[in-house]
């Protein structure tokens, strides 16, 4: 375990970034931490990269001050790489290189550690939970209560999937004790779609395909429609657990065309697939009910090798 508060102690310069196409719990754990910082060293200089997150985290205190790290040029006393390996970072990988000391908190299995110091622990539902578990709760406010929350119904599906611990139960007990509107922020950022999202999730959803004898689900959206549609990536969020929803479906593959013409291909499974495993044959990562990737492939190429190796499994 990372000893934060020493850590921080003399530190004058703070970076602090996460992956590319941030989800609900790079965000949360990136805003949660920076808002700590704020709190607990304000003579200190704290800020945060990422890509621009999506309209639905701008509840979260000071989200606007997030920045694009592309022409920034800062050597850090600490930076930290949350919720992923310093190659996920994008444009703030230089950062994270250049820093005096790097810290990686992150929950996926496929990192190995990346920092200086590394608090990766797989079997937590999330890296917000690791956030949590390393603050000093005087420090803590309402703000930075929410945003902690968020990343973690995000990333349990609110606290359903089985990365949902007694533990993750009681981290979450102790931040809606903060008074924040809780059933609110759920609708607002986790169920709520814009009549895009739910045109494009429909339309997936009627050209869905099923293989091996009903056990994998099968949706795309292709880049051409991507640009007819005006969709960014985070519009096609929760397709893919849609698809694994199917009776009978064990996993479910999701696949978006890039302007490069590769795919984001994102898998989910139920029970006993290991989407981790076969998402590494791809150089991707995640967690074992919940993984992606990017192939240099055409869809159906993709979705033939992805089987094989599902067909593997079951
Ligand atoms: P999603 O399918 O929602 O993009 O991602 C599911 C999980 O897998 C997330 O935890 C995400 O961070 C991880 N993931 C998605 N794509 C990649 C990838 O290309 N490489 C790695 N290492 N992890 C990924
Ligand atoms: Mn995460």
């Not at 992923?84 to 990988?93: H, I, M, Q, S």
């Not at 814009?194 to 045109?199: F, G, H, I, R």
């Not at 593959?253 to 981790?276: H, I, P, Q, T, W």
């Amino acid at each position: 375990m990372v000893n934060l508060s020493k850590e921080l102690e003399n530190a004058k310069t703070i970076g602090i970034s996460g992956h590319i196409r941030p989800d609900g719990d790079c965000i949360g754990s990136v805003m949660g931490l920076f808002l700590y910082i704020k709190n607990s060293k304000p003579d200190a200089t704290v800020r945060a990269f990422l890509e621009e997150p999506a309209d639905i985290f701008d509840c979260i205190k000071e989200v606007e001050e997030i920045e694009n790290a592309e022409n920034v040029d800062e050597e850090f006393d600490i930076f930290f790489c949350l919720d992923c390996d310093k190659t996920r970072l994008g444009a703030a990988e230089h950062l994270f290189d250049a820093a005096k000391t790097t810290i990686n908190i992150d929950h996926h299995v496929s990192n190995p550690g990346c920092g200086d110091y590394n608090y990766i622990v797989p079997k937590a539902s999330s890296t917000c939970e690791l956030i949590f578990d390393l603050l000093d709760k005087k420090y803590i406010d309402k703000d930075i209560a929410m945003a902690l929350y968020i990343g973690i119904i995000h990333d349990t599906g609110v606290m359903q999937y089985s990365n949902t611990s007694p533990k993750t139960l009681r981290i979450v007990a102790d931040l809606v004790e903060y008074g924040f509107d809780f059933p609110r922020l759920i609708d607002e950022t986790f169920y709520e779609k814009s009549l895009l999202q739910t045109q494009i999730s429909a339309k997936v959803m009627a050209d869905c395909k099923l293989f091996l004898n009903g056990k994998v689900a099968f949706g795309k959206v292709d880049y051409e429609t991507m640009q007819s549609m005006g969709l960014k990536s985070y519009d096609l969020d929760g397709i893919v657990n849609q698809l694994r929803l199917i009776k009978g479906v064990e996993a479910s593959v999701f696949m978006y065309g890039l302007e490069n013409g590769d795919n984001k291909v994102s898998l989910r499974s139920r029970s006993y697939v290991d989407v981790a495993k076969i998402c590494q044959n791809f150089k991707g990562g995640g967690h074992v009910r919940a993984a992606g990737c990017t192939v240099s492939m055409d869809a159906e190429s993709a979705l033939k090798e992805i089987l094989k190796l599902i067909e593997e499994q079951i």
